[in-house]
């Protein structure tokens, strides 16, 4: 990446219709601070190569550089996505100068990205998960948080799934969790043996930590439902502190629980069931699979699952 310009050698024409615009972002159209920085973040790089290549006023800007633009990026090192980026941010300046005549076309407007390869998702070694999940915690923080990640990696839960999990949707003696995921689309899953033994060792301290009436199935040290920021950092924490070879992070687990069951089973429909994947170019070759069928599909393929659920005796 190249080395942030001085602010005092960028021309005040290039400069103050950035700051209009991400004045505008913020009073007008309400985006966050954060939002509002990454657009500044991202004009102000263009407008420094602009300002090196002797541009002074937006008008200037035609087609063929913002082509150049995007390929100075690409060198740069940036990946495809990152460049969709700072081109979403150059066509939406382009279209609040146009509301502001100070130009009279958009330049971005048919400009493409390049396409960047898909990148595998990371999964985790299972002897290693294993090692790392059986670790004793030592307080009821820890006791919660292994009983967090061992649900993550039991049933592939995502991290919003996990941070909105109450205790009404936990059925202990069906060894079954109801999640809302993506598009509020509700889907019940099988819990491992491990997760479910993790669960009665979090429910036996949980009342220490939770506030009477507490719905959150997790909850932080005040006794307020644990944000994901929160699980995030205590599953990295708790990666450095036993050891990791790479850093935990939940999509991680997902993953890893996605291809841990995959490759023990082979049966992909399955497997993409129990993740609730929504995309219709995925979903259209799948057939309905019934409940049963997915946690006989899990209980013989997770690393971590109860064996036998069909064959053991009922203990109500």
């Not at 159209?29 to 939002?35: D, I, L, Q």
């Not at 996505?81 to 382009?94: D, M, Q, V």
């Not at 279209?95 to 407007?109: C, I, Q």
């Not at 400009?111 to 915690?137: C, E, F, T």
């Amino acid at each position: 990446m190249s080395a942030q310009r001085d602010p005092s050698a960028r021309p005040d024409t290039l400069v103050r219709p950035v700051e209009a615009f991400v004045e505008h972002l913020s009073s007008e159209t309400r985006h966050s601070p954060r939002t509002c920085d990454n657009y500044r973040r991202d004009l102000i790089r263009l407008t420094d190569w602009l300002s090196a290549s002797g541009v002074q006023e937006w008008q200037q800007l035609l087609s063929h550089d913002v082509r150049r633009y995007v390929a100075e990026l690409s060198r740069q090192g940036l990946n495809g996505r990152s460049i969709a980026r700072h081109l979403s941010a150059t066509r939406r300046f382009f279209d609040f100068l146009l509301r502001e005549r100070l130009v009279t076309d958009n330049p971005a407007l048919d400009i493409r990205a390049p396409k960047s390869g898909r990148r595998l998702p990371r999964v985790a070694d299972v002897d290693q998960l294993s090692q790392l999940l059986d670790a004793s915690p030592e307080d009821p923080l820890e006791v919660r948080d292994v009983c967090m990640f061992e649900l993550m990696y039991s049933s592939g839960l995502r991290l919003a799934e996990l941070a909105g999990l109450d205790l009404a949707a936990v059925d202990m003696r069906g060894a079954e969790v109801r999640v809302l995921g993506k598009g509020n689309k509700e889907r019940i899953l099988p819990i491992g043996t491990k997760a479910l033994e993790a669960l009665e060792r979090w429910l036996g301290v949980r009342s220490s930590l939770a506030g009477e009436g507490q719905p959150a199935m997790f909850v932080s040290r005040r006794g307020d439902r644990l944000s994901r920021r929160s699980i995030q950092a205590r599953l990295a924490r708790w990666g450095l502190v036993k050891g990791a070879d790479q850093k935990l992070h939940p999509h991680l687990l997902r993953h890893s629980f996605a291809s841990h069951v995959l490759e023990s089973s082979g049966d992909l429909r399955a497997v993409q069931e129990l993740l609730g994947h929504a995309d219709i170019a995925t979903t259209q070759v799948y057939t309905h699979l019934d409940f049963q069928h997915l946690a006989r599909v899990y209980d013989q393929s997770h690393p971590r699952a109860r064996r036998n659920r069909y064959d053991e005796p009922d203990q109500s």
